[in-house]
């Protein structure tokens, strides 16, 4: 299936039709050289199935961990990435720019 | 955010009407302010700022810090030809998630066999443009090569906000056409929207590459701010 912006909210609207538990994650605000503009966005469910991106697949990983809480428990969250340290083992964008994502359950 | 909420989103974009949603990022207070609703919603300043620019971002008022969702209509291309090109074309455009639309009034190209899964019009353009509306969202290029079925369509989108226009044909084609529009009361910088010869030069030969050619075209208008050379 193709991930096109209108593909992306409808399957939401879908899998939470079907009685899965689904986040949201939209890109709020980007610095640098960012792989994907403000209001993009990744759709994930609680079985880690998504669709879209908020990045070029660096911090994806990341995002959909922080997404199973949030389906968990609620609560939206923000959450920032920076350029990756690798001598630190931390999840960045090797890009060299920063993103802010925010991530809301679909109640 | 409400699923109630996600629904009239995307029912919004079905209807092809701009709209807004309005996130309180600290408390995750949410709300959706459709297009008719701007002018009286207690952000429409920057409502309306964000909307122009068709931008999605961040806006700050009285110390509380609220994410702007931007959702403008989807991208409209609407073709006239359901010919070979148009056949290369429609796929290729629905990845790049534009809506095709095509328009031929010749049964014998716009049948459902060619044209699988895309809305076809076997109409004559005038006939049909107005009830589908070209909107400033819209793309229209004309491809039968017939001026009797191009002109009308391409009369309809220069009287339009559309921001692409195209027409297929070579340059002594073009020069035809615009005496025609000019003798039909079109003033020069009205002629000027017109891509013709339609797409950009890549040197396209088969009809897949002229499409690829000329939805490069269209993306490039579409993307005209981001252009590093523009």
Redesign the interface.
């Known amino acids: 299936m ?1 991930s ?3 593909d992306i ?2 399957t ?2 879908a899998w ?2 079907e009685g899965r538990g689904v986040a ?1 994650a ?1 890109v ?2 980007t610095w640098g050289s960012a792989p994907r ?3 993009s966005h990744l759709v994930i469910d609680e079985d880690t199935n998504f669709l879209g991106s908020v990045s070029g697949g660096c911090v994806e990983g990341a995002v959909i961990t922080e997404a199973l809480d949030v389906i968990a428990d609620g ?2 969250r ?1 959450i920032e990435f920076g350029v990756a340290d690798e001598t630190a083992w931390q999840v960045g964008l090797s890009c060299g720019g920063r993103i802010r994502v ?1 991530v ?4 | ?3 109630s909420l ?2 009239d ?2 029912a919004e ?1 079905a209807a092809r009407r701009a709209a807004v949603l309005v ?1 309180d ?1 600290a408390s ?1 207070e949410q709300r959706l302010v459709r297009e008719a609703e701007v002018e009286t919603d207690p952000l429409a300043q920057e409502l309306r700022d964000n909307l122009r620019r068709g ?4 806006v700050e008022r009285d110390g509380r810090q609220f ?1 702007l ?2 959702q403008t209509p ?1 991208v409209r291309v609407v073709v006239i030809g359901a010919v070979h090109i148009s056949q290369a074309l429609a796929p290729m455009a ?4 534009l809506d095709v639309t095509i328009i031929d009034p010749r049964t014998a190209f716009a049948t459902p066999e060619r044209f699988p899964d895309v809305p076809l019009l076997p109409e004559w353009p005038d006939a049909v443009l107005p009830e589908i509306g070209i909107d400033r969202y819209t793309a229209l290029i004309a491809l039968t090569h017939d001026p009797k079925i191009d002109d009308p369509a391409l009369k309809a989108a220069l009287r339009s906000e559309c921001f692409y226009i195209g027409a297929l044909g070579s340059r002594k084609t073009h020069e035809r056409r615009v005496q025609r529009l000019s003798e039909a009361g079109f003033a020069e910088a009205d002629l000027a929207r017109i891509h013709a010869p339609i797409g950009l030069d890549i040197g396209a030969v088969s009809p897949a590459e002229i499409a690829v050619s000329i939805l490069a075209e269209i993306v490039a208008t579409l993307r005209k701010d981001r252009r590093r050379s523009a």
């Open positions: 193709l096109t912006d209108t909210l409808r939401a609207e939470r039709r949201i939209t709020v605000e503009p403000v209001g609560k939206p923000m925010y809301e359950r679909v109640d | 955010m409400r699923l996600l629904s989103l995307n974009r996130t990022t995750g931008k999605s971002g961040i994410f969702t931007v989807p629905k990845g790049l998630d």
